[in-house]
């Protein structure tokens, strides 16, 4: 289940935008995605087995998992969160504002 990390009114506005731009993948969803989980049934809003570069199997331990160098969070050497706090708010200030014009303009 990885849903939970697109909130609703975000994810119904990339979906229609899909659907206007005759894409199945973009931000931040698939197009045949849902946004729910029933507790039942698989509820994937991002991933795609389509581009997936390599299946690692079950985690035992997540913590661990995440200082493996399987776990590719990583562009020039350094790991996206520390990309992120080096950006500053500034820096991800025109991410934000994308995301919120995306959120306020589902038609746009």
Not at 24 to 37: H, P
Request: no cysteine.
């Amino acid at each position: 289940m990885d849903s939970y990390t697109i909130d609703t009114v975000l994810f119904e506005a990339a979906k229609s935008r899909l659907a206007r731009e005759g894409r199945s993948l973009g931000y931040g969803i698939r197009a045949e995605s849902v946004n729910t989980w029933d507790g039942r049934a698989d509820a994937f809003s991002q991933f795609d087995r389509s581009v997936m570069i390599e299946d690692h199997g079950r985690v035992k331990d997540l913590d661990a998992y995440f200082h493996d160098k399987r776990y590719r969070n990583r562009f020039l050497g350094i790991r996206f969160n520390g990309m992120f706090k080096l950006m500053g708010e500034s820096g991800v200030a025109s991410i934000n504002a994308h995301i919120e014009g995306i959120r306020r303009r589902p038609s746009a």
